[in-house]
């Protein structure tokens, strides 16, 4: 079956440093990769998402490339902020009917001033 | 978000009495997907609906666990004689065609159950 796995949480970053949180996936077929954020006490909003490889998702500084090689899709930022604190969640789905999206387990981020 | 509401917000129960949750989709969106979030985990896939169908129901635990999502009105989890591993956060999403083909999903704030 499908399933992602992501690097396992908590990380904790200083403000200003760099951010790399790894997913990678299994998956079937030829799957929509996605990046959901949860703030505390929200839901999950969309962050970004890619659907063919070698795409590139991005939104608000943070970027995501699907490599179907590799079965990843790794997100970074480039100067994380304390107000990027959430948990982040690696997702997949697949084209065909019957598969329901797969979330990983999530990783949760804490940025420190 | 896209619009998904979800009510109530927070809702209390006491073991034994059932819970009703509701989600209205984003206007025109015709999918309902049920998640549930349990205290510091992942999300776990429970029900995917269309409009008085229930298409995949297979994250659903057999017992106590009913949805429906009728041709009028919102969509509805249903928890009959909660127990306390019942407490958890359940989250509706919705979009406006099947699930695949790269769709985005929209997920609601979110229903918080806690039972005591």
């Known amino acids: 079956g499908n399933s992602v796995t992501q690097m396992e949480g908590p990380v904790t970053l200083s403000e200003e440093a760099f951010l790399t949180i790894n997913c990678t996936y299994t998956a079937t077929g030829y799957p929509s990769l996605f990046w959901y954020v949860q703030y505390p006490g929200e839901g999950l909003q969309l962050l970004l998402k890619a659907t063919k490889a070698d795409d590139k998702g991005s939104n608000k500084g943070f970027e995501a490339t699907y490599r179907k090689e590799t079965t990843s899709f790794h997100l970074e930022k480039g100067s994380v902020q304390v107000s990027d604190s959430a948990v982040y969640f690696c997702?997949?789905?697949?084209?065909?009917?019957?598969?329901?999206?797969?979330f990983g387990p999530g990783t949760r981020l804490s940025v420190l001033p | 978000n896209a619009g998904v509401m979800q009510n109530p917000r927070h809702l209390v129960r006491r073991r034994g009495q059932e819970a009703r949750l509701r989600c209205s989709p984003v206007k025109g969106h015709s999918h309902v997907y049920w998640y549930r979030q349990l205290p510091e985990e992942g999300l776990k896939f429970m029900v995917y609906?269309?409009?008085?169908?229930?298409?995949?129901e297979s994250g659903m635990p057999k017992e106590r666990f009913s949805a429906e999502f009728p041709k009028e009105g919102p969509s509805i989890l249903r928890i009959q004689q909660v127990v306390r591993g019942d407490s958890a956060a359940y989250f509706c999403?919705?979009?406006?065609?099947?699930?695949?083909?790269?769709?985005?999903?929209?997920f609601g704030e979110g229903s918080w159950l806690t039972v005591v």
């Open positions: 609906l269309q409009k008085e169908n229930i298409i995949d």
């Open positions: 997702a997949l789905s697949e084209p065909r009917g019957g598969q329901n999206f797969v």
């Open positions: 999403a919705s979009s406006p065609r099947d699930r695949g083909s790269g769709n985005t999903i929209y």
